[in-house]
């Protein structure tokens, strides 16, 4: 994922696609493809994603990913945060 390395140069459009990214990781999931590498890469950039940056509005983005992927293990973050 290029989202992790700053390839995407709109800070609109990274915001977009992590939060869509934490959506698809919900649906796949929920299909029973959780365990697929893209997924697993996908849900450890938004597991990480608050903790990597000091930008505000980057932890808000990683939250809503978060929030969207209704992953459990996404619940010490969210509490963390709130």
Same mark, same amino acid.
């Given at each position: =994922?290029?989202?992790?390395?700053?390839?995407?140069?709109?800070?609109?459009?990274?915001?977009?696609?992590?939060?869509? /990214?934490? %959506? *698809?990781?919900?649906? *796949?999931?929920?299909?029973?493809?959780?365990? *697929? +590498? $893209?997924? /697993?890469?996908?849900?450890? =950039?938004? =597991?990480?994603?608050?903790?990597?940056?000091?930008?505000? $509005?980057?932890?808000?983005?990683?939250?809503? $990913? *978060?929030?969207?992927?209704? =992953? +459990?293990?996404?619940? +010490?973050?969210?509490?963390?945060? %709130?």
């Amino acid at each position: =994922l290029d989202i992790s390395k700053g390839k995407i140069g709109s800070r609109d459009i990274k915001e977009s696609v992590v939060i869509i /990214m934490g %959506a *698809l990781v919900h649906k *796949l999931c929920l299909k029973g493809s959780c365990s *697929l +590498p $893209a997924v /697993m890469q996908a849900k450890k =950039l938004i =597991l990480e994603g608050p903790e990597s940056t000091k930008d505000e $509005a980057e932890v808000q983005m990683y939250l809503l $990913a *978060l929030k969207n992927c209704l =992953l +459990p293990e996404a619940i +010490p973050i969210l509490t963390k945060f %709130a």
